[in-house]
């Protein structure tokens, strides 16, 4: 009996789907791609492997040849879902300069850098895991129109893109070490969607497996 058991688990694994590979595409216009339900990777140019389980009406974008960052959307659901490998974060949140000296290498380094951020309000951070690997989570939320100093606003860099914040919105953010990698994952959605349903977003990010 046990045999058989095992005989039909080993079936069972041998019949699943493997994920499919997103492709990097050229540039940013032309890197929305819409993504059947399913299992989907991201392998080199992106630094880490990392897998996820869509639903359908998932769409993918930001994934290009820099292979810094992958941004998933949902058609019925508001905000969005990046992970990101961040190398540096603004000076001031009214302009696109960045630190100098950069931001330092370690989870805690960007955490404190993000946390202090001029006019944002920032949770305290937490221990958080994500597929074994430990980090930091915390909320981060821009200014809203009564208090900010600028209509078009700045957080973090990659070298994909600058990320651009609306007056009001917020992140949740998890910041994770994939052996050695710094790895950014955020869900960001305007502060009048805070009730909104993001719950394919966050099935995306549970999800997630990782590997170095």
Same mark, same amino acid.
């Given at each position: @009996? ?70 998933? %959307? ?32 370690? %989870? ?44 078009? @606003? ?18 949740? %953010? ?33 999800? %997630?497996?990782?590997?170095?």
């Amino acid at each position: @009996m046990r045999s058989l058991i095992v005989g039909l688990l080993f079936l069972v694994a041998c019949s699943s789907p493997s994920p499919t590979l997103i492709e990097p595409q050229a540039n940013l216009d032309t890197s929305f791609q819409e993504l059947p339900a399913g299992s989907y990777y991201v392998d080199t140019p992106f630094p880490v492997y990392l897998s996820v389980e869509v639903p359908d009406g998932t769409a993918a974008w930001a994934y290009i040849t820099a292979g810094t960052q992958i941004n998933f %959307v949902r058609e019925d659901e508001a905000g969005e879902l990046s992970f990101e490998i961040i190398d540096n974060l603004v000076a001031d949140p009214c302009s696109n300069e960045l630190l100098d000296p950069p931001v330092g290498p370690t %989870v805690d380094d960007l955490v404190e850098a993000l946390s202090s951020l001029d006019g944002f309000e920032a949770t305290a951070a937490t221990d958080v895991s994500i597929d074994g690997y430990n980090g930091k989570q915390f909320t981060l939320t821009a200014p809203g129109p009564d208090e900010a100093h600028c209509h078009d @606003m700045y957080t973090w860099h990659t070298t994909t893109r600058q990320n651009g914040i609306g007056q009001g919105e917020v992140a949740e %953010v998890w910041i994770v070490d994939v052996a050695g990698v710094r790895v950014l994952v955020s869900i960001a959605y305007q502060a009048s969607d805070s009730s909104a349903d993001r719950s394919g977003l966050e099935g995306i990010l549970n999800s %997630v497996q990782l590997e170095p």
